[in-house]
């Protein structure tokens, strides 16, 4: 399972089949799944940053890793 980034206890990972929690990266949203408010903030603050490393990995299923959230 390809592991992008760790910070604050999350684990962001990339998938292209089974999903836990699923958020959208164009828009950057959280589409299903029960993350506390807190975790999902974090998140949604980390992709802004890396959105565009985010859909470049997606549009080339090409993996690598990204900083944390600082």
Known sequence: MP????FYG???????GEFNG???I???EMIEGDLPDRAKNLIIEWAEIYKKD???MWES?????????K
């Not at 999350?10 to 292209?16: A, C, D, Q, Y």
């Not at 299923?61 to 959230?69: G, M, R, T, V």
């Open 3 to 6: 592991e992008i980034t760790r």
């Open 10 to 16: 999350i684990v962001i990972k990339l998938f292209f």
């Open 22 to 24: 699923i958020f959208t």
């Open 26 to 28: 164009n828009p950057l």
């Open 54 to 56: 985010l859909l470049d």
């Open 61 to 69: 299923q090409k993996f690598y890793k990204l900083p944390s959230l």
